[in-house]
């Protein structure tokens, strides 16, 4: 009896896989083996493509461009063309604006004002127009097709690239005329269409240029240069430096002139100095003699202080000498071989001892 239950139920078992394997072989499709065996297909999916989006799917450009030109009438249509389906209320415009703290409106102010200062050009050499350097701030009108020039100062350098507001429209171009330290530093601009209104920086190594540019149709300057009045002072400086200069070579040439034609051959410089520590302000640039006088050169110092005494010494001993001063010079109506100057007294004495080389020769002597 139980083993006819054990069959029963082998046989309900193999009937039913074999239903199942069936159903899985018709499932599977065609391609299954025969025979009732199920077999998986394990074959990899393709991977999926990516998806191209075309370019104009999300026009920012175009949401961008409809935004700076101002009122917000086309902001609705450039949002639909992306599905966002806002709606734009009528009049509504984007906001531009910041608000500023008192103290910004108070410097925003100053700094118009010192943009707005009256900076009158003059007419200057070669068809330039002159601005006054830090009075306002100079304007140079362009336009296209012509070529405008801004002239720094001579011997200035430029420390880098000008800073343009504009630099897609705006070309700004170095050059130089000139050579050495005396080379003149120009920039050529060129605008590249008519209404255009920016502002430039040029930092050089002794000073800042603050410019506004314009491009006017038809109109333009063609060279534009500076006036430095802060550089007066040091001119009159180098002037005077210079006009000094050329008084003491004249003087120089007028002493030697006053030794007489005759006697320019007889200059005799062949004096030794020996010189105390400390009395450097008595010690001699020069000393000379043209066979009757004796020269001695002092330092300009000499005019601010005390005159030293001159002792001579002569084959009776020590005599002091009284000598003529022009200008730096001591002048000594006779030759000597041996002198001393003094100056002061006791330890804090200072004294420079001056001595000839050679001997003077009876014809010297006698005069």
Known sequence: MKRVRVLVLVAMGV??????????????????????????????????????????????????????????????????????????????????????????????????????????????????VVY?????????????????????QAGEKILGEPQIGDSVRWVVTPISSGSGDAATPILVVKPKMTGLDTTMIVATDRRTYYLRLVSKPGEYVSRVAFLYPDDQPLQWKLFLEQQAKEHKDHVDASRISQTGNDAVDKLYFDYTLKVKSGADSIRPLRVLDDGEKTYIEMPSVTAFQELPTLVIEGPEGNEMVNFRVKGTTFVVDRLFVKAALLLGVGKHQEFVEIERKDALTPHTEAK
């Open 15 to 128: 009937s039913a896989f074999s239903g199942f394997a069936q159903d899985g072989a018709s499932s599977l499709g065609a391609g299954a083996p025969a025979g009732g065996a199920v077999v998986l297909n394990r074959t990899k999916a393709a991977p999926a493509k990516p998806e191209i989006v075309p370019a104009d799917k999300y026009p920012f450009a175009a949401i961008q461009k409809t935004l700076e030109q101002g009122p917000g009438a086309g902001i609705e249509s450039a949002a639909a063309s992306v599905g966002l389906g806002v709606k734009v209320p009528p009049g509504w415009e984007p906001s531009r604006d910041v608000a500023l703290s008192e103290t910004a409106r108070e410097a925003v102010a100053l700094s118009a004002k010192l943009s707005n200062e009256q900076n009158n050009p003059v007419p200057g050499p070669d068809g330039r």
């Open 132 to 152: 006054t350097f830090g009075v306002g701030q100079p304007t140079l009108v362009a336009t296209p097709l012509r070529v405008s020039s801004i002239e720094l």
